[in-house]
Nanobody, 117 residues
């Protein structure tokens, strides 16, 4: 299975970005997908997850996760971005989903999000 994260970039504080995670090589709708991020010098941090059922969890109300199984893609809509949201964002897939990294088996390469003040 391969996961491709995209949509990162440079945005001013208060702005929005939508990240995409596109999967290939597995039955996408049968798996949960999560987003994590890692800022320089910090631990990997949970951002959002969406399960096979479509139920979702996010760490902040500013973020929304959704999925389009027909396109094998999960989206992370990020609004009201803050400089502390600056990080490399990774998507991952697994059977369970959840907020801990070890619940995921496959990881994408990451996409950089930089929020300027």
């Amino acid at each position: 299975v391969q996961l491709q994260a995209s949509g990162g970039g440079l945005v001013q504080a208060g702005g929005s970005l939508r990240l995409s995670c596109t999967a290939s090589g597995r039955t996408f709708s049968s798996y949960a997908v999560g987003w994590f991020r890692r800022a320089p010098g910090k631990e990997r941090e949970f951002v959002a997850a969406i399960r096979r059922s479509g139920t979702s969890t996010t760490y902040a109300g500013r973020f929304t996760i959704s999925r389009d199984n027909a396109k094998n893609t999960v989206y992370l809509q990020m609004n009201s971005l803050k400089p502390e949201d600056t990080a490399v964002y990774y998507c991952a897939s697994g059977l369970q989903g959840g907020s801990t990294w070890y619940q995921y088996d496959y990881w994408g390469q990451g996409t950089q999000v930089t929020v300027s003040s």
